[in-house]
């Protein structure tokens, strides 16, 4: 989602089929609090209290809820689904170490300067960093990372436009230079220190994912004989990647299941576990396998938590993390010449009459009582209320309101036919094709019901080939602006600072509706601005920015939920606080161990 999964990950993926990502410390027991008044209504403690002694070794089963196989990308610069970096986390750990509030402190596998005047980043990368090949982890790897995400023969979607505020990269991008002029290596590609350059420093800088500089490294040494346009299909990252976090790749079913074994060179703690074994898990067996104590820890569907919540042997432990689902509305396509969103006036769902009633039509608190137990709860933004100071708990968003939707069409011109159906405002016929991807058989009935109060409205809409389509497949027909959607209902999870910029403006290519609207930019640009570093002028332009969003309704949000998963009561010093998909706290595996050599079953 943003981001790009920068560091502060935004990753696609479902944020209804949960998965959690482990945060061994915790920051908090319990985040029970909101706005919402479903989401009042039920919480669960963020941390195992397990107080028992650990036993020597132990292996750990982790279960990843997926509607389908994980891709196996397994490298920082090119991965952007969530089943890889969650897939990751045991190995692939951020190099910045963050306080509670996500601000970059010292002590991770590197330390971060900025300084506003000079207008650099230095990073020092710490001396004991090792790459699980035992090889040290330098300063050309940093450099190196930058390299994947701007080489245009990667084709990584994490390159943006916020990262060409580093002076040069715009320049490797486009092939005017082999090297990249704002990043400096004073002690040479084999030393420790890393100098970033920018044109212009922003103000969510010092805070984890803020977007302009990247959070990770990649393994020089390992990769540099692989071409670039080789990277994403190499056996290098799809079946033998190197990483400097906790514990390493051991075995791999391709898209099915990874062993992980510690990292003998890893700069921190000693692992703990002899093994973590982590495997997809079919949502439709999922409860199953949580009742029969099949796995350590595994994600628990919202729809299907009633079935499982009194299963013995288990702690549910869940938050309500940085994310949320969302309506959008396709109104153009990518232009790869341009590296920008190129929006189509006369596109079918360019009308924000048209996309407000949509919104209005649709019964998202039904939907979230009924199929989600309260799990679920509707967001009246697209800027959680974990962004305490930047969400703007004043916004309605799109509450239930089938009179104001049919009015809202009557009066921009959207007449019913003979058939109960409305035409566009020149007498066209109007038929909208929607799509979303599979998880569970809530998520389809969910919008099926969807569709049937937009027939109530008058409108003819048609899910795309009258299924939901298989997660990977979904990704792949937005990124190529498949004429098939009309519209679509997907999920980011965010990085951990608050500013949408790298998911909606106009060079984004996670901006999948293809939006690029003037007046939107301006918003987006003076949210991270240098008038923004007065924390009182940026407060009011995230709020400004929010209304925007909602008056032209080009991207509706729709809901945010609790991550909840389930937790067999031998493992200890397990947690989820409010975290990026895919980003544990430095340390947090190595601090997760079990007390006992079998799982619990009461």
């Known amino acids: 989602m943003k ?69 196996g990308i397994f490298n920082e610069e090119l991965s952007t689904d969530t089943g890889d970096s969650t897939i990751m986390q045991f190995g692939a750990e951020p190099l910045f170490k963050t306080d509670k509030n996500y601000k970059i402190i010292d002590g991770g596998a590197a330390n971060l300067k900025l300084d506003q005047k000079a207008k650099t980043a230095t990073i020092t990368i710490n001396p004991k960093a090792k790459w699980s090949d035992g090889q040290p982890v330098v300063a050309d790897d940093v450099v190196y990372a930058y390299k994947i995400l701007a080489n245009k023969e990667t084709q990584s979607q994490r390159y943006t436009d916020s990262l060409q505020n580093i002076v040069g990269l715009a320049d490797y991008h ?29 103000p969510g800088m010092a805070y984890s994912g803020n977007g302009y500089y990247w959070e990770a490294a990649a393994p020089y040494h390992y990769l540099k004989d692989v071409p670039f346009k080789d990277l994403q299909s190499s056996p290098k990252i799809r079946k033998n990647p190197v990483f400097f976090g906790p514990y390493k790749l051991n075995k791999l079913v391709s898209g099915q299941s990874t062993e992980w074994v510690p990292n003998e060179y890893y700069y921190g703690a000693k692992p703990k576990l002899k093994s973590i074994t982590a495997s997809v898990v079919s949502p439709n067996t999922a409860p199953s396998a949580i009742k029969s104590h099949s796995y350590d820890i595994i994600g628990v569907n919202n729809d299907q938590y009633p079935n499982v919540k009194n299963t013995k042997g288990v702690t549910f432990i869940g938050n309500k993390p940085l994310s949320y689902s969302y309506l959008a509305f396709k109104v153009g396509k990518w232009d790869d010449k341009k590296g920008e969103n190129v929006e189509d006036k006369n596109a079918k769902m360019n009308d924000p009459k048209l996309r407000q009633a949509i919104a209005y039509a649709m019964n998202i608190d039904q939907v979230d009582q009924k199929f989600y137990h309260d799990l679920n709860f509707r967001v009246n933004t697209l800027i959680p209320e974990n962004f305490t100071k930047y969400y703007d708990k004043s916004a309605k968003g799109f509450p239930y309101n089938l009179k104001k939707a049919e009015d809202i069409l009557d009066k921009a011109g959207y007449k019913k036919g003979k058939d109960g159906y409305r035409t566009t405002p020149k007498g066209k016929k109007l038929t909208i094709t929607i799509a979303s991807y599979a998880t569970n058989s809530a998520k389809e009935a969910a919008i099926k019901n969807y569709i049937q109060q937009w027939k109530k409205i008058g409108l003819d809409v048609q899910l795309l080939n009258g299924r939901l389509t298989e997660p990977n497949s979904f990704y792949d027909k937005l990124q190529s602006d498949s004429k098939d959607i009309d519209m679509y209902i997907a999920g980011w999870s965010l990085s951990s600072e608050a500013s949408p910029n790298d998911l909606y403006n106009p060079k984004a290519p996670f901006n999948y509706g293809r939006m690029n609207n003037p007046e939107q930019t301006k918003l987006l640009a003076d949210i991270d601005s240098q008038k923004a570093f007065n924390d009182s002028y940026r407060i009011q332009a995230f709020k400004k920015w929010q209304e925007w969003m909602n008056k032209e309704a080009y991207v509706v949000p729709m809901t945010n939920q609790w991550s909840v998963s389930a937790v067999n009561n031998r493992v200890k010093d397990y947690g989820v606080g409010v975290t990026d998909a895919g980003g544990a706290n430095i340390g947090a595996w190595a601090d997760v161990s079990v007390t006992s050599n079998s799982l619990q079953t009461k």
Not at 9 to 36: I, Q, R
Not at 49 to 60: A, D, I, Y
Not at 176 to 189: A, F, L, N, R, V
């Open 174 to 202: 486009t092939g005017k230079s082999d090297q990249i002029s704002g990043i400096q290596t004073p002690d040479g590609g084999t030393g420790k220190t890393v100098v970033l350059h920018f044109q212009v420093m922003k």
């Open 3 to 71: 981001k790009a999964t920068v560091a502060g990950l935004v990753t696609l993926g479902s944020v209804l089929a949960v998965t959690l990502t482990a945060c061994g410390n915790s920051n908090s027991n319990s985040a029970s609090s909101s706005s919402s008044t479903s989401a009042t209504k039920i919480s669960f403690p963020a941390k195992m209290n397990n107080t028992k002694s650990s036993v020597s070794g132990g292996n750990l089963t982790y279960g990843l809820v997926m509607a389908t196989s994980f891709k």
